[in-house]
């Protein structure tokens, strides 16, 4: 199956903006759905963003609406979120995942990245 590594997550202040990266191995990352995910120590993973297999349909939590934008380049294996008007409660760790399908659903993917941390400061 695909392996999924994610970079691009640092320290910025509110109101910048950030571009996170997943490259993917293994199988054929065309073949795979994939999904942005964020979870704060005590809290379960959040959804983010999802995009399909071509990049034709994508779907956001209401939250980053209008600030994020999830894209793809299958010629690189690369799935990014670009964030823009971070605000302090985008603070988190984010993780890529991969599934079949476009969902919003954290148990239905079945492939992650190790995740990476993102801090935005007031």
């Known amino acids: 199956q695909v392996q ?5 997550g640092g320290l910025v202040q509110a ?3 950030l571009r996170l990266s997943c490259v993917a191995s293994g199988r054929t990352f065309s073949a795979y759905a994939m999904g942005w995910f964020r979870q704060v120590p005590g809290k379960e993973r959040e ?3 999802a995009i399909t297999q071509i990049g034709s349909s994508t779907m956001y939590t209401d939250s ?3 600030r994020f934008t999830i894209s793809r ?3 690189k294996s690369t799935v990014y979120l670009q964030m ?3 605000k302090p409660e985008d603070t988190a760790v ?3 995942a991969a599934h079949w399908a476009l969902t919003r659903q954290a148990s239905a993917y079945n492939v ?3 995740g990476t941390q993102v801090t935005v400061s007031p």
Do not use: P, T
């Open 4 to 8: 999924l590594v994610e970079s691009g």
């Open 15 to 17: 109101g910048g903006s």
């Open 47 to 49: 959804f983010v963003a």
């Open 64 to 66: 980053v609406k209008g």
């Open 73 to 75: 380049d299958n010629a």
């Open 84 to 86: 823009g008007s971070l």
């Open 94 to 96: 984010y993780y890529c």
């Open 112 to 114: 992650w990245g190790q």
